[in-house]
């Protein structure tokens, strides 16, 4: 964490200390910092933790570093305080005098003790309570000692096993015990990986020899999450496995986690006063004479392991290394305090009758096989352990068998694990669980893979194909962020600077992509094994794309598969992903542009279908398969006739089913206008300013130059071409108004209006007027010059008063067409003007042209060329398809 994040978490602690206790923000500062110095302050500083750093740094007993209580008991008293706030269950019996002082039992931790006696220089054998004057000097100083019978579980964290109790806080203390009871836990489960050579018969999980089991005498020894699975031969004898659960939790620190989970269970399900019965029993038996008090006290005494504080879930996050099973229920229902009311509505509605011992139970199951998942990382995954649950409890011997119906209990604990508490934990179901290949090795003999650590991805022949597989594809946990294999290289340079979202546009092709993505990888890998398995090799052997989700590989990808006058075969959603099932459209690239002009700046591809030339959004495409150069093109977009183009005097749309019916309307103009406006603002954010300048002043200059044309005309047709393509995105602040269908074609947005001379006798002051657009045609012109396009101007009818000399009007075709740049540099140039005269002849002299060989972009898209030797006098060419003759 750098220090910049620690000095803000202090800061946050120390104006919610000031704010609980009024101390003034500067104390409660300095407070905050001389606790950070004496390790007072929890050591993930998040909210939960900034919140028990306010509660700790409240507590009188964190006021100042004073030494420890002068007594030996009351030291103890307070350290055992300090363990019950991190979940242990500590001191439930009171202090006795040992070989070194006063004990307390710690807990149920592996048998843990804490040990307080006085430093006597003359200290003999005897046991010496070191409160009492009369056996020990009460000046010298108490002196700490952690210890256990099996002397396999000692914390290891003091220098001699002592620690001088003078020297640091009690809380200290305690926290430190715990984190080094933690790492020493998780330091020895690690170490055991190497003595793993012993499989689980059932479930084929390695363990040391004698972390397995058996349920009876006669039975084979399993693993903790298949002791109760259906595929047991013999039947529970609870007390015999009782003796061996105890132990080896009692002796060895790295025993699996899920075992104390076995224990707590049965415990919770097996009837009433168990530990007394299952006392007597054994006496009966001879041999091992007691069991531990977790039997009679499950939620107590039961000690379930926790996962090291940054791998835990947030409910736990304020616990130590392990907790009773009482402390875990309670964070459970602090953390959501509707838990077990949905646990009760789900068992309800699973046909499960609910009995109060499930709920602890299920959580017990849910928090040691989590545990156990992140400290045995090739074990399978905790949700295996619901499958394992089918009739091993039923089988449990009478007079130890489970009070009440057994499978009544066995499928609630199914419900809760699989449905609420896993899916807690673990951050999903187990329809969603990650395939990951570590956790999938066998139990023959000759499996003797080393172990490897979270971080490794390498890929091994020794792992079967489908898990290669999904490395490349980057489906498994462990894989890193951001683009798997498969991509391959990102787009470098200026184009690779804020490139829009490639991912898909839906659901359904989002799995349309991982489906093929899925077929292509395996058949790669078949011919030639995981070296040769990327988006390259798709494209290469089998003329496959599927544009990457990650936009600088998927802008890479198509530059270089999709040179100009490619054809293939497009698996298209529409535009803006309109369609509820993909087409299939045959189409020629002409470009690839990494941004659009649009609303909403994203990649997209141009294409030609033979007689439009129009634009697919790479969000909207699934898949793309090179075609054969003799495949037929897909007509798209239907183009209208050149004699309609001719015959038609009124404003036509050129989108796909509009073409016989004026557009827009006055009120979709409005909409539309506004609409890009608004959309400009949200792509631009502080930069909008500047540009709405830029482009006001642009319209300006515009509006000046289209009233030089129209003055001295009585009418004048203007027409606008303006480069949004997607038009189709909703507004990111919120719902908006749905776009008329012609401005979701995916090509540019075409408006055409007439400008008029007024009659002065009118009395409206105006010389001119533009019909019904009147109100519009500035913010029309804003927007076309925010996104760049194309205008037309065509003067028709020549005003009469603007003849020289009283001679008859000029009867002319004039038109004169300006590109206005857009985002590129906010301005326009004029790159034609035309006036022709004689119309029966192309070459006459009475004809003016200042661009012969241009073609309006408009004209183009639809089919239109020049052919060999042809000027634009020819009325802008022939059409594609039209006869030779």
Known sequence: MSSKNITSHRQQIAKALNKATGCGYQRALERVVDAAERNLLPPVLDAAGRAEAVRI????????????????????????????????????????????????????????????G????????????????????LAKPLYLMSMCPSGNASVEDFEDGLADCSTEAVRVTARRMDSKLGKTRLRRVRGAEELSTMPCPICGDRYPEHHLLKNSRSAVPVCPACIFDGDQAYRTDLPYLAVKLDRLLHDDLAAPAGWDAVAAVLALTCGANLGNRLDRELKKRGGWPFVMERWGEPLTRSWIWLPPPA???????????????????DAVERHDPTARAAAKALCRESGVRWRDALWPAAIAFAVAFTTQGHERDRHRTPFHVVHSLSDGLEQTMKPFAVAGDASNVESGLEVLLEHQLFPMLLGHSLDEEPDDPRRRYGAQPEDDR????????????????????????????????????????????????????????????????????????EALYDLDGCDAVDAEQAWARNGWWIPSDHAPHAVRQAQQFLPAKTRVNALWFGPAAQFPEPVQICVDTTSVNPHSTGPRDVPWLQVWDGHSVFGLTLSDVALIRRADPADELTQVWPSPSSAEREDDATVKETSPGTTDRPLPTLDELSLLTNQFLHLAGHRLGE??????????????????????????????????????????????????????????????YEVEFSVHAHDPSCGCGQEYGFGEFSDRVCQLLIVLCLYGGLIEVHPMIENATAADDG???????????????GPDGYDF??????VIRDVTDADSSLNTDTNPAYIPPYMAADGWYLPEGGTSMMFHGRQHGDDAD
């Open 687 to 748: 930069a909008w300013k500047s540009v709405d300048e830029k482009a006001y002043a642009a319209h300006q200059r515009l509006e000046k130059a289209l009233e030089a044309e129209y003055t001295g005309f009585l009418a004048t047709t203007v027409k606008v071409w303006i480069n949004l393509f997607d038009t189709g995105h909703p507004c990111p602040s919120g719902r908006s108004q749905a776009l008329p269908a012609y401005a979701l074609t995916g090509k540019p």
């Open 807 to 821: 001679k008859e009007n000029d009867v002319a075709l004039r038109d004169i067409t300006w590109e206005v740049d």
């Open 829 to 834: 140039r004029e790159v034609q003007r035309r």
């Open 57 to 116: 740094l409240t507590d009188p007993a964190a006021a100042a570093p004073v030494p420890g209580p002068m007594l030996a008991k009351d030291y103890l008293e307070a350290l055992v305080a300090e363990f019950r706030l991190l979940g242990w269950g500590a001191g439930h019996h009171e202090p006795e005098v040992e070989c070194f002082g006063l004990t307390v039992y710690a807990g149920p931790v592996a048998g843990l003790s804490l040990s307080v």
């Open 450 to 521: 080393p172990a490897r650590s979270r971080g490794e991805a390498h890929l091994t022949h020794g792992i079967d194909r489908a898990n290669q597989v999904a490395v490349i594809l980057g489906k498994i946990p462990f894989t890193p962020p951001g683009a798997p294999p498969w991509d391959g290289a990102a787009l470098a340079g200026a184009d690779a600077q804020g490139l829009g979202s490639t991912a898909p546009a839906n659901d359904l092709c989002r799995a349309v992509r991982d489906e093929t993505r899925q077929q292509a990888a």
């Open 118 to 137: 006085r430093a006597d220089d003359d200290a003999g054998s005897d046991e010496r309570d070191p409160d009492d004057p009369d056996q020990s000097d």
């Open 311 to 329: 791998h835990r879930h947030e409910a736990f996050k304020h616990l130590g290394a392990g907790a009773t099973l009482a402390a875990l229920v």
